[in-house]
């Protein structure tokens, strides 16, 4: 039973940084690109990042690029994304999402976390 | 790479439904869509993968097309149920292999 658990989230200035966590189970991590997504309050969905399944290639948005760094630890079975510089309109629900593809990438999510919030505000 | 989706659409339990996407440019044919539910309070799930291609555990009045002429793609739900009102994205991606979602659409059953 593939299992994602992220967390991390909370409540942050504008201009701070914070970390999240997306701790994988049930399935080999390590085979598996894996993903961010996120989803403002009342919003839809924003695709944010992509790592492949050893981590040599990532892709980002360009709403984030340069902002935000996705890593993994494939020894940990994690997922990371590391938000810099944040903004108010990065509010939202934080899902981390196994793309289906084994060592290799579908650019589709077949499990997803139950997300973690986000909260950029003075 | 843009994909457009009504904002919301109704109908009666047990009638069939018909979700639209629709690609900004290009052929939406030319990379798999997929469509994703979310229900209230919880994560997406995916419910039509490669076009038309239904995980397991998804039931057979649920099924995905394509019709490159209008550059578009489908959700078709068949037998509607309640349990069906939720939200559904469309999702592909690009030439430079950026994940696009649409803005999704509100399924209500009444």
């Known amino acids: 039973q593939v299992h994602l658990m992220e967390s991390g989230g909370g409540v942050v200035q504008p201009g701070r940084s914070l970390r999240l966590s997306c701790a994988a189970s049930?399935?080999?991590?390590?085979?598996?690109?894996m993903h961010w997504v996120r989803q403002p309050p009342g919003r839809g969905l924003e695709w944010l990042a992509l790592?492949?399944?050893?981590?040599?290639?990532?892709s980002y948005a360009d709403s984030v690029m340069g902002r935000f760094i996705i890593s993994r630890d494939n020894f940990k079975n994690t997922l990371y994304l590391q938000m810099n510089s944040l903004e108010t309109d990065d509010t939202a629900t934080y899902y981390c999402?196994?793309?289906?593809?084994?060592?290799?990438?579908?650019?589709?999510?077949?499990?997803w976390g139950q997300g973690t919030l986000v909260t950029v505000s003075s | 790479f843009v994909l457009t989706q009504p904002h919301s659409v109704s109908e009666s339990p047990g009638k069939t439904v018909t979700l639209s996407c629709t690609g900004s440019?290009?052929?939406?044919?030319?990379?798999?869509v997929q469509w994703y539910q979310q229900r209230p309070g919880s994560a997406p799930t995916l419910i039509i993968f490669?076009?038309?291609?239904?995980p397991s555990g998804v039931p057979d009045r649920i099924s995905g097309s394509i019709d490159s002429s209008s550059n578009s793609a489908s959700l078709i739900i068949s037998g509607l149920r309640t349990e069906d009102e939720a939200d559904y994205y469309c999702?592909?991606?690009?030439?430079?292999?950026?994940?696009?979602f649409g803005g999704g659409t509100k399924l209500t059953v009444l």
């Open positions: 999402a196994r793309d289906p593809s084994w060592s290799t990438l579908a650019y589709y999510f077949d499990s």
């Open positions: 999702q592909s991606y690009d030439a430079a292999k950026q994940v696009v």
């Open positions: 490669e076009d038309n291609q239904r």
């Open positions: 049930g399935f080999s991590f390590d085979s598996h690109g």
């Open positions: 440019s290009g052929n939406i044919a030319s990379n798999y």
């Open positions: 790592i492949s399944y050893e981590g040599s290639k990532t």
